[in-house]
């Protein structure tokens, strides 16, 4: 079992920045990748970047890219999305997932056996 706790969710206004985290904790042997999704009022949960630890392979929705950065510190294994000049679009409730995905899943939520309980993110002026 793997047991996974963001923080750092808020309130930005537009062109602000936010830090994510996702600290994971359990048997890491059941994970290879850690990834963000976000989930906006009333729409479906929607896939925003992830990190595949054996490769270092990073992916981006194209909504979010040159704007949201991934990474991880190896030591704590804690997985952290630097978010820059943040819109409206992107308020949301950003969820960390983690598992073993295969590569043609690693942008979809089957790709992922563990999840957070999610962490608010409001960019409104």
């Known amino acids: 079992q793997v047991q996974l706790m963001e923080s750092g969710g808020g309130l930005v206004q537009p062109g602000g920045s936010l830090r994510l985290s996702c600290s994971a904790s359990?048997?890491?042997?059941?994970?290879?990748?850690m990834a963000w999704f976000r989930q906006a009022p009333g729409q479906e949960r929607e896939f925003v970047s992830t990190l595949r630890w054996s490769t270092g392979h990073i992916y981006y929705a194209d909504a979010v890219k040159g704007r949201f950065t991934i990474s991880r510190d190896r030591s704590t294994s804690v997985v952290s999305l630097q978010m820059n000049n943040l819109e409206p679009a992107d308020t949301g409730v950003y969820y960390c997932a983690a598992g073993r995905p295969i590569v043609s899943s690693m942008a979809t939520m089957v790709g992922y056996r563990y999840w957070g309980q999610g962490t608010q993110v409001t960019v409104s002026s």
């Open positions: 359990g048997s890491g042997s059941s994970i290879n990748a």
